[in-house]
């Protein structure tokens, strides 16, 4: 019932607003088909291998030595709520 009444509804509004299913899946195939979906994922792939390769890495490294070897550092950096508590509190 609701992809009629999508359907319906957005045939009635200019696509940039909203499109309808059929449309949805016809551009969908047409992607695929032509390799520009493919495409454009590695891209968007490679652009977040690269950011967890950068910025994740080590960052992440540090933290997790910091938090092995000090229990404060667990308290401050692991769950949002105990981390606000931690930081609310200046300390555990």
Not at 19 to 38: D, F, H, N, Q, W
Not at 57 to 81: D, E, I, K, Q
């Amino acid at each position: 019932m609701f992809l009629i009444a999508w359907e319906l509804y957005g045939r009635s509004l200019n696509p940039i607003f909203l499109s309808y299913p059929v449309a949805i899946v016809s551009a969908a195939v047409e992607l695929i088909r032509s390799g520009e979906l493919v495409a454009a994922l590695l891209k968007s792939l490679q652009g977040l291998a690269v950011g967890f390769q950068r910025g994740g890495s080590w960052s992440g490294v540090t933290l997790g030595l910091l938090m092995g070897r000090y229990p404060l550092a667990v308290l401050c950096a692991g769950p949002l709520p105990r981390g606000v508590v931690c930081n609310a509190r200046g300390g555990p």
